[in-house]
């Protein structure tokens, strides 16, 4: 006899649960979490260190409702090849847990959301900004270059480089240098991050046809660029300290010591570019890297730092001068 669904029914609860994961699955969510914290960062180093709350969280809120629009939009048109690649055929779409038509009516609804959200708590541009990504993720990298341009993350890695930028806008209402440095980090760490992955799944992207550099110029050029980006990006994370003058020394010490051990690894691999364990040692390292980056320059932005590091040299200097007398 067949069950009678009610409200309180288990399996009625069970079968809400699968499909809110499965959308949940669709937004990419790991991915969203780092893209927030580089916008936390933006948010934090715009304001000095005190940010209102409330801000925070509708800007936090937006971003993540956008990137979930964004990374939904890229598995409707992308549900082809995600079909075939053994690490992505478990999603949504290719596993028929969602339509196609669904997913796009939920991505419509995230973005819709988000920008009213950031329109109404934060400011115009913040807004435009996140829905740029949007627009920029789809169009430019997933429909135009992921499968027609070795160059495809490069020039479409400038999409995952606009959270910080929505956050520093959130904040001033306009962006200025230091928020443009943060893109430009992003920017040039995105090659290593992509690209050592790449180089883990290389078979997988070739046998559906996307020409990401592994493919097509092969492990020893493609650990070659990651060395260049990563040399491109280490000075980069230090122009905020010198000329921008936007962080002090917890930010200087982390970002030397991460990109010290970001170095080591791209160096390696340069080495030794068939090896896959080294690849993707630097893949994952990658994202830690991000994230305590993005951490060193919310520690750094606090009040609290800078007025304990200003005691701290006035103590040193005191105590020199003591010395030296
Ligand atoms: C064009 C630019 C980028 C490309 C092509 C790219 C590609 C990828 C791919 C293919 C994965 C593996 C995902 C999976 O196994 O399902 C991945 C993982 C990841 N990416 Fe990126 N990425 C890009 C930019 C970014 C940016 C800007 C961020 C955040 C700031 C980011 C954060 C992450 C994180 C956190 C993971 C790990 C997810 C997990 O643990 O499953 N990526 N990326
Ligand atoms: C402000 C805003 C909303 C910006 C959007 C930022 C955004 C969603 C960046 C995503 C970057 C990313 C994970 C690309 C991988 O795509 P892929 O298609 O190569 O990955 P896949 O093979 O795992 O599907």
Not at 162 to 181: C, E, H, K, Q, R
């Amino acid at each position: 006899m067949q069950e009678v669904l009610t409200n309180n029914s288990p399996r009625l609860h069970e079968n809400f649960s699968q499909v809110a994961k499965s959308y949940y699955q669709l937004t990419k969510p790991r991915i969203i979490l780092l893209l927030l914290i580089t916008t936390s960062a933006g948010m934090w180093m715009a304001a000095k260190g005190e940010v209102e709350p409330l801000l925070l969280v509708s800007t936090i809120t937006g971003g993540a409702l956008a990137s979930a629009s964004a990374n939904t939009i890229n598995c409707v048109y992308d549900s082809d090849i995600d079909y075939i690649m053994e690490r992505t055929r478990w999603r949504p779409i290719p596993s028929g847990r969602v339509k196609k038509r669904d997913a796009l009516i939920f991505a419509i609804a995230l973005a819709t959301i988000s920008f009213t959200l950031l329109t109404v708590v934060a400011n115009l541009l913040a807004a435009l900004l996140a829905m740029s990504g949007i627009v920029f993720y789809v169009l430019i990298y997933t429909h135009w270059l992921k499968r027609h341009s070795v160059q495809n993350i490069v020039i479409g890695g400038a999409a995952g480089a606009i959270p910080p930028l929505v956050g520093w806008a959130a904040v001033t209402g306009d962006l200025s240098w230091g928020a443009w440095m943060l893109f430009g980090i992003i920017f040039l760490w995105t090659p290593p991050h992509f690209w050592a992955l790449a180089m883990m799944i290389r078979d997988e992207y070739e046998g559906v046809g996307v020409p990401m550099l592994p493919v097509i110029e092969g492990d020893e050029e493609t650990a070659r660029q990651i060395w260049i980006y990563t040399l491109l990006m280490l000075p980069a994370t230090l122009l905020l300290v010198y000329p921008l003058n936007l962080a002090g020394g917890v930010y200087t010490g982390t970002a030397i010591f991460l990109g010290a051990i970001f170095a080591q690894k791209a160096w390696l691999l340069l080495q030794t570019p068939e090896d896959k364990n080294l690849a993707r040692s630097l893949f994952k390292y990658s994202i830690l890297y991000l994230m305590l980056l993005c951490a060193g320059i919310v520690v750094d932005s606090l009040p609290a730092t800078h007025n304990f590091t200003t005691a701290v040299v006035h103590n040193v200097h005191t105590f020199i001068s003591a010395v030296l007398m």
